[in-house]
């Protein structure tokens, strides 16, 4: 068993937090009993399942790897690892080969911090058809062992008809637009790309002060919010016939900007700041509105052309 764990190993230190935005699992720890327990916090991270351990000044925890054998090392003077452990090869912590084994643990300090993140083998998904599942890691907490263990929970998906079916009164407005009220589609593309950015903008800011954000995302909504600010300036500085094309330039912004959060009408678990139902309304509106912005802002493009036209023939006719 710990030959396949060692298989396809999951990265050590890759990353503190990641830019997913929707996983499958709720992943919870366990407290460790006292004195354990004040001696060495443990956390996994939602995004992707990395455990962190950082002990307390004058302590020390021994993290026992996948054959039983000392692979890590955390006390007051930083961050150890046993050069001779087949799971700390496994997860790229050595610099160079493996140690034959000898009398004990040869330990090489990686870094001053009290603080580790790694990707367990034993922290991995659940079988198909299984909902709950509890892992464990063995610790030696200031020489006694002790067990570190959690529950992986899978979070059904919501119902995938129900986003489409948000859809609808967007098609409705869209068409009586169209068909009856002509004269206010212009408004009512400024008014769609309009929401298409506070959506947009209000996206981006759920997934950046989340928990588990990571650089990436916050680059990512910086960029979205200057987009969609830029613009809003633009369209409120705008003619009326231009103003309505710009919304739907926002719109289709806005509509790829939330597509590209699908993810979190597909997944159980949503990593935001709001409440899932409503992190998801905010991409699913997104999405509708984006739509219908850019699809009126497109239908005025149009009705704009012919105008043009004729004026540059009426310009040629009269030179």
């Not at 008809?161 to 169209?178: D, E, H, N």
């Not at 981006?204 to 979205?224: I, L």
């Not at 023939?313 to 030179?319: A, I, K, P, S």
């Amino acid at each position: 068993m710990a030959a396949a764990a060692l298989a396809a190993p999951p990265g050590a230190q890759a990353h503190v937090r990641s830019g997913v935005i929707a996983v499958d699992y709720r992943a919870s720890v366990f407290p460790l009993p006292r004195p354990a327990g004040a001696a060495v916090r443990a956390r996994v991270y939602e995004s992707d399942r990395a455990l962190a351990l950082t002990v307390r000044t004058g302590h020390a925890v021994v993290v026992l790897g996948y054959s039983r054998e000392p692979f890590l090392r955390l006390d007051t003077a930083g961050t150890a690892v046993n050069d001779t452990s087949p799971t700390a090869e496994g997860l790229g912590l050595l610099e160079g080969p493996r140690r034959p084994t000898g009398a004990g643990p040869e330990w090489r300090l990686r870094s001053s911090g009290r603080t580790f993140i790694w990707h367990d083998a034993r922290l991995r998904g659940l079988p198909s058809g299984v909902g709950r599942g509890e892992w464990t890691v063995p610790l030696l907490v200031d020489g006694s062992r002790v067990r570190l263990a959690g529950e992986l929970r899978r979070v059904r998906a919501p119902s995938r008809w129900l986003w489409p079916a948000l859809s609808i009164p967007f098609v409705v407005a869209i068409a009586l637009l169209l068909l009856r009220r002509r004269a206010l589609v212009r408004t009512a593309a400024v008014g769609f790309g309009g929401a298409a950015a506070a959506g947009m903008i209000a996206t981006g800011a759920g997934f950046a002060f989340d928990t588990y954000a990571s650089g990436g995302k916050w680059v990512e909504a910086a960029n979205e919010w200057v987009l969609a600010l830029v613009g809003l300036a633009i369209i409120a500085r705008a003619s009326s016939g231009t103003r309505a094309i710009a919304a739907g330039a926002l719109g289709l912004l806005g509509l790829a900007v939330a597509l590209s959060k699908i993810p979190v009408l597909l997944h159980g678990v949503v990593l935001s700041v709001f409440p899932a139902t409503l992190a998801r309304l905010l991409v699913a509106f997104t999405i509708c509105a984006g739509g219908a912005a850019t699809a009126l802002g497109l239908v005025v493009f149009e009705d704009l052309q012919p105008k043009e036209d004729g004026l540059e023939q009426r310009e040629t006719r009269l030179g």
